[in-house]
């Protein structure tokens, strides 16, 4: 039986692997920031979860493929983005040609598109990294099954991505993760700071993480001085984060609230993952 949201998140062991995860998120902006950039934010990743399932086909539909108008109208039905957005981060993904015009078309009245070896080879790396994690914590041989079958990603992402399109726990994890995940590149931030947390003690109110370079940050995830301010000025006035000494000096704390929101999200979404690579591949163990 799959996990639950709820069993992963009492393991002592789960918040551990969440921390090789978000580590592994930043090795893939490293080696490509246009496509990490793409999981840097909430809307960015729905959007892409959309793409990839209306391209492999939705379950309980029979009609496949991803063209222009029905991507933004999913889009908008689901509440990701806006009409506007939708089409823009479409065009977006042709130009940076992590979609490209579908080589199979039937329908001279509909452009379809699809994506690229390079996208669906990241994608592939992000959904093995969450099967491995989970197999590491009971023991299973998801990993080990998509890799002898990469052809079955196409049955087990449209399930993720109706999964999570419908879960609130991911969509909606808290007041802290959403004002970080919401913002271009704040998810890469995020990541990086519980990439620094060098343990979870549940009963402590702050963890220190230790000095936190600013300018650092900004070279690295490419975002501007003012708006990593803002991000962590907001933070800051919702007592998720703080420094030991004023203003911005000493070692940066993360509340115990925000940690939180970020291991009851992760475990929301690797319980999604879970349970689609059941369906898919079989019992884990």
Not at 111 to 132: G, Y
Not at 257 to 265: C, P, T
Request: charged residues 20%; hydrophobic residues 45%.
């Amino acid at each position: 039986m799959s996990s639950t949201a709820e069993t992963l998140a009492i393991d002592d062991r789960f918040f551990g692997a969440v921390l090789i995860c978000a580590n592994e998120m930043l090795t893939i902006y490293k080696e490509s920031p246009r496509i990490a950039s793409i999981f840097a934010a909430q809307q960015r990743w729905l959007m892409a979860h959309s793409g990839f399932a209306l391209h492999y086909g939705l379950p309980g539909e029979e009609k496949k493929g991803l063209y222009s108008g029905r991507f933004v109208d999913f889009v908008v039905s689901n509440k990701i983005a806006s009409r506007n957005t939708a089409a823009a981060f479409l065009q977006e993904m042709l130009v940076y040609r992590f979609l490209r015009p579908s080589s199979g078309q039937a329908d001279r009245r509909t452009r379809l598109v699809e994506p690229t070896e390079t996208a669906e080879q990241h994608f592939f790396k992000w959904l093995q990294t969450h099967l491995f994690i989970l197999d590491n914590l009971d023991g299973g041989k998801r990993a080990e099954k998509l890799s002898t079958e990469p052809a079955l990603i196409a049955k087990i992402q449209p399930l993720i991505a109706q999964a999570i399109i419908a879960t609130k726990a991911v969509r909606d994890p808290g007041a802290t993760y959403n004002l970080f995940n919401w913002a271009n590149s704040g998810g890469l931030v995020m990541d990086y700071l519980m990439s620094r947390l060098p343990a979870f003690d549940g009963a402590a109110e702050r963890i220190s993480i230790g000095p936190v370079s600013l300018s650092d940050l900004r070279t690295q995830f490419m975002i501007s001085n003012t708006h990593l301010k803002r991000l962590l000025s907001q933070a800051a006035e919702m007592g998720s984060v703080g420094w030991d000494e004023p203003p911005r000096k000493g070692d940066l704390w993360l509340s115990r609230g925000f940690i939180l929101e970020y291991r009851d999200y992760q475990a929301a979404k690797f319980a999604v993952v879970d349970a689609a690579a059941e369906t898919v591949l079989g019992r884990a163990i």
